[in-house]
C-alpha cells in the first residue's frame, strides 16, 4: 500500500512531461489510457534513439581524413634494420672450434639452421634428430650457438651517412632480439633496451628528403619498416631488401603517416579498433605493433603445439626454448606456422595460423618508387653498398579524428530525453527520492504526529 501511494505521490508531482495526467483524480478512465499510450510511445522513441547514438559513439566515433596542410610536417625516416642472413666463413671458423678442423661438414649445414632458422630445420631434424644421430651433435641451448655464429656489429656495418654526413655506425644501430635472430636497427622504437643515443632522422622543408647510406660486410637482410614494426618470418618482400656482397642497392621510397587526434586516447581500443604502442599486451617486444602481435602470436601457437618455442623467439626465457625434441616438433608444424591465414580460411581446411591482432594506431605507410642495383667494382673486401632515401617530402597524411566522444553522447542522449519526455538528470533522481527518502520522511513526520496526538489525548 505504501508502495502505491510512493509511486502515485512521484507520479503526481514528477517533472517528466505527462506522467501527472495518469494519477490526476479529475480525469477520467479515457484521458489515463491516452497518456499512457502517450508516455509508452515517447519512451519508446526515445529509447530507439539512445540505442541508435551508443551504437554510434562504440562503432563510427573515428573518421579518417587526409591532410595536405604539409608546409610545417616533420617526417620521421622509416626505422632500418639490418639482420643477418647468412656468414659461411663464420659458420666454418665456430665449427672448427666446435669440432676441429676434420669434422663432418654436413655439421656446418646444422650450424648454419641454427643460426639463422626460419622455422624449417631439415638437415638438424636428419642428422641429429635420430637414432642414427652423431654423438657431435648439439641437442640443447640453440640459442648459445646462434650467437656464437652471428657476426656483432662492428663486423657487420660500417661507413654510415645521414644526408651525407657520417656518424658512428654501432653507436646508433641497437642490437634488437628478434624471431630472425639478433639485428641491429636504428631509428627503431622496439631496439635496445636502455634506448642509447639517436640520429635526429627527421626530414621537413628546410633538411629536404632524408637518406640513409650503411656499408655492410656480410649477406644480410635491410628492413625498411614503421618506427614500432618488427622483423619477421612473414613480413612481405616489398619491405625489405636481400643485399650481398660487391653489390650497390638504392632504394627510393615514399611514406605516408597517421596523426592521432589527441582526444583519440580518450576513447576505448573498440572504439579506435586500434592499439598505441605503449598499450602493450606483449611479452617478446616492449611496444606493441601488429608485426610484434603476430610475433607474440606465433610463439603462443608453437607453446600450444610443441609446449616450447624457438631459440630465437625474442624475450623468452630458456626454459621455454626448444630442445631438440621441440625443433623436430615445430619442423613438423612449419605450414601450421610460416602463414598467417583468416579465420575463414582455416574453416575451410588451409593451414596457417590465425592472429586476432588489431593495427597500430600509429603505423605507417611506405612504398617502394625505385630500385635499383649496381656492381661495385675495386673493392677488396666483400662488401654491400646501401643507400634508402626519400623520393620527397609527403604532400599527404592521414588524420585520425574523434567525431563523437563523450560529451557528445551525453549531449544526444540529454537531448533525446528532454525532447520526447521532458526529462533531466533530475528527473531521474527524482525516482530515488520518491522511493526511498520521501517515504522514510513521511513515515517519521506520522509517527512524531502520532505521538503528539497520544500525548494531548493523555493530558486531556
Known sequence: MRIKQSIEEYLKNSTLHGARFIVDKDANWLERIFWVICLIASWYASWLLIKASLAAFENNA???????????????FPAIIVCESKNMDRIQEVAEQLWGADHDFTLEEVLSEIAYF????????????????TTTCFYSNFSYYAQLVRSPCVNAIRNCEWNNKPFECCKYFQRMETELGICYAINSMQAGKNQGPKVNMYSNRFTGPGSLKIELLTEATVFILGAEEVPTLVTPKTDFLVVGPYISFTRYVSKRDIENDEAIRET?????NCRFPDENILDVHGYYSYSACTVQCRKDRQMELCNCSSHLSPNTPDWQKCNMDGL??????????????????RRRGRKGLVCDCLPSCTEVDISTVADSKDNIDGEETPVSKIEVALIELPTERYKRNLVRGKLDLVVSIGGTTGLFVGASLLSFVEIIYYMTIRPYTTYM????????????RAVH
Do not use: M
Not at 268 to 272: E, G, K, L
Open 328 to 345: 623436430e616438433c615445430l619442423n613438423r608444424h612449419y605450414e601450421d606456422l610460416s602463414v598467417i591465414i583468416a579465420e575463414w580460411a
Open 62 to 76: 573515428i573518421s579518417f581524413v587526409v591532410e595536405s596542410s604539409y608546409r610545417d610536417w616533420d617526417t620521421n
Open 118 to 133: 626460419r622455422g624449417e630445420s631439415y638437415h638438424t631434424v636428419h642428422e641429429c634428430g635420430g637414432e642414427d644421430s
Open 445 to 456: 513526520h506520522e509517527n512524531r504526529r502520532q505521538q503528539r496526538n497520544n500525548l494531548l
Open 268 to 272: 576505448s581500443i573498440h572504439q579506435r
